[in-house]
């Protein structure tokens, strides 16, 4: 269980260079794994951060749509990487209707509605292993055609 001592929040790297370097899909799915699970402390971080700005409605905005990509970034590869420490989740109709929410309150815009909706029901008609596969694969294509 993760318990931290005080609120450890901070940046690794800074954008896609925080994937490292991999030269095929067996490194690149290492560090994907290395990065779910630091995702899992990293969620928990956020939820205390949370906490702390309650009372600030402009800075608690960020930090709610930054905890619902871990949430649905994590939803996603749940099955699919095991990690020593594994955050709690919410269900799917769950995600559904946070993300709903977040569209009302502008705090997402439409592409983000539809994109986060489509990661989150990705496992639903191949199962939770093969939607993880399928993402990874296409996160990896794109990321190598980059170099």
Do not use: W
């Not at 699919?80 to 009302?104: H, Q």
């Not at 509605?113 to 489509?118: S, T």
Request: hydrophobic share 35%; charged share 30%.
């Amino acid at each position: 269980m993760h318990i931290p001592d005080k609120l450890t929040y901070y940046r690794v790297g800074s954008g896609s260079s925080s994937y490292g370097k991999f030269s095929n899909y067996s490194e690149f799915l290492e560090n994907e794994h290395k990065i779910a699970c630091g995702d899992n402390r990293n969620l928990e971080d956020l939820r205390k951060m949370l906490q702390l700005v309650n009372n600030c409605d402009s800075c608690k905005a960020p930090v709610e749509v930054e905890i619902l990509n871990k949430e649905t970034y994590l939803y996603l590869l749940r099955g699919y990487f095991n990690c020593t420490y594994e955050a709690k989740i919410p269900s799917y109709l769950s995600l559904v209707v946070k993300c709903i929410r977040y569209l009302i309150k502008k705090e997402i815009s439409l592409s983000e509605f539809m994109f986060r909706l489509a990661l989150i029901s990705l496992p639903l008609a191949p199962g939770k292993r093969r939607g993880a596969e399928f993402y990874l694969k296409r996160k990896f294509k794109r990321l190598s055609e980059k170099e």
